[in-house]
């Protein structure tokens, strides 16, 4: 029988490796639904940033500590931080992905969480994470410092016909891109992806575009390799 201790320890594994928001279930929301989901995703993040800013202020004044969450090192910075555009997160379910049909960008579907790189002036600085819990808008969660400027630069490169698209289980993320005059979107990986899938990059060390049907059989291989772990 296994100690208490070493449950609870491999339930902290589990719910890292998984990472999923208690909303995060790839749903059926419309491309309108998330129009109007938009502007109230966008102010509680303001809400839930302003929040943070007040609270960060008051417990640790002038000073930020070593290591805080946001790239920033000074109260007055913390204190001029602003949220860019947001992006509703979407992803695929490891059932889906291990389909014999599978098809990122077919069956890519809302999760009802949103995130908003926040930027001091035009740098990025860190995400605010946004759900919708008890029938709220509510800010869940604020940092990944690595993915806010990783994101920014590829939305920067890419513009806004892009998707975000989070593989939980497989913990790799990407930008799906839909090509200006039409055709079949590629996917530019974030460096999470990279580093889980152990992608190649180019030469120059460059990030290409990718075909989702490239993709399918990394992600396959780490998802049966993450859920192996814990069965």
Known sequence: MQSKSAILAAAAVLAALASVPAT???????PAQLTVEAPAAALAARQGLADFVRQ????HGAGLPQG???DVAKAGDLAAVRIGQGVPVYSVT?????????DLSRQMAPTGVWRFVAY??????GLVTVEKLD?????????AIGLARNLAALQTAYGDKTRFLRVYQAQSDFLEVAPAGGGKPRFAALTSAYESLQLKRQADGGEALLDGAALIEPLRAAVRSNLARFR
Do not use: K
Not at 56 to 59: H, P, Q, R, S, V
Not at 135 to 143: E, K, M, V
């Open 135 to 143: 029938g709220r808008w509510q800010a869940t969660s604020f940092g």
């Open 94 to 102: 490891p059932q889906q992905l291990l389909a014999a049909d599978a």
């Open 68 to 70: 805080f969450v946001f």
């Open 56 to 59: 960060n202020l008051a417990e």
């Open 120 to 125: 001091l002036q035009q740098r990025p600085v």
């Open 24 to 30: 995060a279930q790839p749903g059926q929301a419309s």
